[in-house]
């Protein structure tokens, strides 16, 4: 079957750095997507993988590792308005998104 | 620009009643996706459409029937409501299923089944 992995919760410090993780076994890969959901809002799109190596993009950086099956986002920076959930998803051979259940960050002051 | 638009964006049912929850884009996007969101598990894939008039089955179909008569518009119904679909709706539509094509998501639709 297909899985997506990601901690279900993570607490970090305003002003630091958090590293999310995601660990996917897919039949097929065409690309691995973040996205950024607030509590009751609709999630919206962070950032896309589909070579290895790491893709910056302001305070945030996505990494993928094909070959581990495995990707983080990074966070810099932290502000409490990055409290949120992160979801990892991942484009199967069939081009359909296989999402993981999301981790909650909480941001304490 | 108002993206992608859901209606109602909360309702209750009573088991077996049934209803439709509406959705429409104005970006032009070719492709069109109906997911359920609950609690501890990812989104999952209703319906979707590649294309104006096309729709096929995601992970979870059953109970549920969908249309796309016009390419703006991707409708979802439900026909005779149990509690089990008491979830979080979102409708999302992207340029095209392949690549890079990132998903544009309504606000959710909140739907309870008594």
């Known amino acids: 079957g297909q899985n997506i992995d990601q901690p279900t919760e993570m607490t970090a410090t305003e002003g630091a750095i958090v590293q999310i993780n995601c660990t996917y076994q897919t039949s097929g890969f065409n690309g691995l997507f973040w996205y950024q959901q607030h509590a009751g809002e609709a999630p919206t799109f962070l950032s896309y993988?589909?070579l290895d190596g790491l893709e910056e993009k302001g305070r945030f950086s996505s990494f993928l590792s094909r070959s581990k099956g495995y990707s983080y986002l990074l966070l810099k920076e932290l502000q409490m308005k990055d409290s949120a959930s992160y979801l990892c998803a991942v484009k199967d051979s069939n081009y359909q998104l296989i999402w993981g259940a999301g981790t909650k960050l909480i941001i304490k002051p | 620009n108002a993206g992608v638009t859901q209606t109602p964006k909360f309702q209750v049912l009573k088991t077996g009643q049934s209803m439709t929850l509406q959705c429409a884009q104005d970006?032009?996007?070719?492709?069109m996706y109906w997911y359920r969101q609950d609690p501890g598990m990812g989104l999952r894939l209703i319906y979707y459409s590649a294309s104006e008039g096309t729709t096929d089955k995601g992970e979870v179909p059953d109970g549920y029937n969908v249309s796309r008569l016009k390419k703006q518009n991707f409708l979802l119904g439900l026909e005779s409501a149990a509690p089990s679909q008491t979830s979080v709706y979102f409708c999302a539509s992207s340029p095209k299923p392949s690549g890079a094509n990132v998903l544009t998501f309504g606000a959710g639709s909140r739907l309870t089944v008594l």
């Open positions: 970006m032009n996007h070719n492709s």
């Open positions: 993988n589909v």
